[in-house]
């Protein structure tokens, strides 16, 4: 007896859109440790190895909220990142350019991505 394969979760736009930003700006946070550890831009108490190890954490930390995404408190999280990835700037301020090109890419992601799939919402409602 083969039971029929069940149906995929239907997953919202702000979602979808979501996972995508912080999949890629989680490669960018990582190389973005690397650079704070190639120039030596942690302040002198601190080993420059702890660039790296901060670029991977929020890395993992990015990976990680892609799947909290399906609850409203994964774009919470999400927002949280983006402003830690801004912090970063303090110690390169080249991290400031990756900081606004990705937050607006979240931003369109969680803000426009929800216009968006209330307008879709409101057309399959007028038309069933």
Do not use: C, H
Not at 3 to 22: S, T
Not at 35 to 55: D, S, T
Not at 114 to 119: K, L
């Amino acid at each position: 007896m083969s039971r029929a394969p069940k149906a995929p979760r239907y997953r919202p736009l702000p979602e979808k859109l979501g996972q995508v930003v912080l999949g890629f700006e989680a490669i960018i946070v990582f190389l973005a440790g690397l650079v704070i550890y190639g120039l030596r831009a942690l302040p002198e108490p601190i080993a420059p190895w702890w660039g790296i190890v901060a670029g991977v954490v929020v890395a993992l930390a990015m990976l990680v909220t892609t799947g909290l995404l399906r609850r409203p408190w994964g774009f919470i999280v999400g927002w949280g990142l983006q402003v830690v990835v801004a912090l970063g700037a303090i110690l390169v301020p080249a991290i400031l350019i990756v900081a606004l090109v990705f937050g607006s890419m979240w931003a369109y992601a969680t803000i426009g991505g929800a216009r968006i799939e209330q307008r879709v919402q409101n057309e399959r409602d007028s038309k069933g």
